[in-house]
């Protein structure tokens, strides 16, 4: 098992990896999944790193959890992170063990909303020119968004934090509003959301889910019908004594996102 942090800039002390890579087997080569808390930008949330990495390991990935300088620095900074974060994991498939083609990104709440971001503006001219590396090296296979964070217009406090001390524009919030951003060359996308959360709209999802209908990008969407948000697992490894996040129909989430990641 290796069990490190990588450092992702010399200069950031806010942006690492915690690495969670099984190396039982010598000749089975795992997907990856890069994990992003939430946190509205502000920080990033223990509960939805760590745990979730290891029932991620338990289905046969690794995982990578990414530290962001949330509350940090301002768009596109966590973008670039990011796309650092999946250009390590590629470069360093072979000690790994695990499939460079199988690189997929999960993200809760305004973690969503960078998952989602990377599967869809993977391709922006200032990843590649802070990040040397061939085009679409960074573009995940697929994105699995949990109460994601998604549009200016059905939640505004993350894009404050994303913007950190610049002015907040309604052209910046389109820009960064992801129902804007899904074209042709978008990764699929697994959804997850409640209809009744109390933070974060649902309509960031269902909005989403229209507009990848639109470009004919294949995705699968969970909506359940009652738990608030931040459920993280829906058991009780990340319940916190929060009954309500503890409910075993949202449960197999992550057994789902692993079925519909091994069918793209």
């Given at each position: 098992?290796?069990?490190?942090?990588?450092?992702?800039?010399?200069?950031?002390?806010?942006?690492?990896?915690?690495?969670?890579?099984?190396?039982?087997?010598?000749?089975?080569?795992?997907?990856?999944?890069?994990?992003?808390?939430?946190?509205?930008?502000?920080?990033?949330?223990?509960?939805?790193?760590?745990?979730?990495?290891?029932?991620?390991?338990?289905?046969?990935?690794?995982?990578?959890?990414l530290n962001y300088s949330a509350g940090h620095k301002a768009f596109p900074?966590?973008?670039?992170?990011?796309?650092?974060?999946?250009?390590?994991?590629?470069?360093?498939?072979?000690?790994?063990?695990?499939?460079?083609?199988?690189?997929?990104?999960?993200?809760?709440?305004?973690?969503?909303?960078?998952?989602?971001?990377?599967?869809?503006?993977?391709?922006?001219?200032?990843?590649?020119?802070?990040?040397?590396?061939?085009?679409?090296?960074?573009?995940?296979?697929?994105?699995?968004?949990?109460?994601?964070?998604?549009?200016?217009?059905?939640?505004?406090?993350?894009?404050?934090?994303?913007?950190?001390?610049?002015?907040?524009?309604?052209?910046?919030?389109?820009?960064?509003?992801?129902?804007?951003?899904i074209s042709e060359n978008s990764s699929p996308a697994f959804i997850m959301?409640?209809?009744?959360?109390?933070?974060?709209?649902?309509?960031?999802?269902?909005?989403?889910?229209?507009?990848?209908?639109?470009?004919?990008?294949?995705?699968?969407?969970?909506?359940?019908?009652?738990?608030?948000?931040?459920?993280?697992?829906g058991n009780e490894v990340t319940m916190c004594g929060n009954e309500k996040?503890?409910?075993?129909?949202?449960?197999?989430?992550?057994?789902?996102?692993?079925?519909?990641?091994?069918?793209?």
């Amino acid at each position: 098992m290796i069990n490190k942090r990588v450092m992702l800039e010399e200069d950031n002390e806010h942006a690492y990896l915690d690495v969670y890579a099984a190396q039982e087997i010598k000749d089975f080569k795992r997907s990856a999944i890069l994990i992003m808390p939430g946190g509205g930008y502000g920080m990033c949330a223990a509960r939805e790193g760590e745990p979730i990495a290891m029932a991620f390991l338990s289905h046969g990935f690794n995982a990578f959890v990414l530290n962001y300088s949330a509350g940090h620095k301002a768009f596109p900074a966590h973008l670039i992170e990011a796309s650092m974060a999946v250009k390590h994991i590629r470069d360093n498939a072979e000690e790994y063990r695990i499939d460079p083609d199988k690189v997929f990104v999960v993200g809760f709440s305004a973690g969503g909303h960078l998952a989602a971001s990377l599967g869809t503006m993977w391709d922006r001219k200032e990843i590649y020119d802070a990040v040397p590396m061939p085009f679409g090296y960074n573009k995940p296979k697929g994105m699995m968004l949990i109460y994601p964070v998604l549009s200016a217009k059905h939640h505004g406090f993350s894009f404050k934090g994303l913007f950190k001390g610049e002015e907040v524009t309604e052209e910046k919030l389109a820009m960064v509003s992801i129902e804007n951003c899904i074209s042709e060359n978008s990764s699929p996308a697994f959804i997850m959301h409640t209809s009744n959360d109390e933070i974060v709209d649902v309509k960031n999802s269902l909005v989403l889910a229209d507009a990848l209908a639109e470009q004919k990008i294949k995705f699968e969407m969970h909506i359940y019908p009652d738990a608030p948000h931040g459920v993280a697992l829906g058991n009780e490894v990340t319940m916190c004594g929060n009954e309500k996040w503890c409910n075993p129909a949202i449960a197999k989430w992550v057994e789902q996102a692993v079925y519909w990641s091994e069918n793209l």
